[in-house]
């Protein structure tokens, strides 16, 4: 099979529709990272995408429908904080978890009686969507485990050949994946952190409470129990305090022949003169947007990435300390 990339057009549209109606996945910009989509409503069609992606078969996907969809359709209860967060920001990178009505593939949830579904606010994304007009169930366009694609570039690195069109809206801005809350509850629970943060949830819905899995209990957000993110090269992975020991681990790398790259903010990076560095700016937005770009280019070009944690928390450097921690292996 030939891999197209192609930007938005009515040919390009036409047939994604027709590879979609065929069980086959598409992978298309949104402005968290690149998606892999397939049509939620058939079972062969998302069992295709686990295949692909070689995704285990208990972490469930994410539902995208285009912005005048009628998710009422999806779940019979859309809690009021629900419904005034989906004005305040969708579309947009937050993916809102329901109690399903069971009216697409049982395969999407993986066995759960909820449903996670989101309204990407790529121009890109809503052109397919509103193109193929029924659910679609996307994880991100990546290899289980691999670094999430924020090119049309990255997504044929790991799929060429295997998918017939990749619908290239450019360079994701938001640059990590959706925060997913869950809306199941009286009040909302972040279960994975994203650019849309706890603070904006709370401004909205009085408050918002972060889900922390407890040792032993099944993840309410399965896919936060596996290392994720990670890049081919090796890691290594360090507290601010540390960065002596994290030198020396570099010096060692660079003696024994090997290509280390320091992986850190901007504030610290300025400092390492001399060193490799792939600096991640300054600011949550800026580390956010720069992340799986950096950590794509780092695993192309160095032997060992040496992270080195972000002082600061709170709102977006939530999400990223979270990705950072898994693609470093904690
Ligand atoms: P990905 O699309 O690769 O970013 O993965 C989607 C993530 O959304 C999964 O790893 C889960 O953590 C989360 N998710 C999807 N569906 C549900 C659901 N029904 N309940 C809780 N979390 C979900
Ligand atoms: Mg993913």
Known sequence: ????????????????????????????????????????????????????????????????????????????????YAKALAKAYLPGPLTMVYPSTGKVSALVSCGLDTLAVRVPSSPT??????????????????????????????????????IPLILDGGRCEGGIESTVLDCTGETPQILRAGLVTR????????????????????????????????PKCRTAFFAPEELATAKELYLQEEQKGGVPCFFCEDELARTLKGFRVLDLGSSGEEMANRLYELLHRGEEEATLLIGVCPKERGGVYEGVLNRLTRAFGG
């Open 199 to 230: 603070e904006m949830i709370a401004a909205v819905a009085g408050e918002c409470a972060v889900y922390v899995p407890q040792k032993g209990e099944q993840p309410k957000s399965p896919g936060m129990a596996y290392k994720h993110y990670a």
């Open 125 to 162: 994304a809503q052109a397919f969507l509103r193109a193929v007009d029924v659910p679609i169930a996307a994880p991100s366009a990546n290899l289980s485990k691999h670094i999430s694609p924020v090119t049309a570039r990255h997504v044929y690195e790991d799929f060429e050949g295997r």
């Open 1 to 80: 099979m030939i891999t197209q990339i192609s930007g938005v057009s009515e040919l390009s549209l036409r047939l994604a529709k027709q590879y979609i109606m065929q069980g086959e996945a598409v992978a298309f910009h949104t402005e968290t990272v690149y998606g892999l989509g397939a049509d939620a409503r058939s079972d062969n069609a998302v069992r295709h995408i686990f295949e692909l992606k070689g995704r285990p078969q208990n972490n469930p996907l994410i539902v995208h429908v285009h912005r005048d969809f009628d998710i009422t359709s999806l779940t019979d209860h859309i809690p009021d």
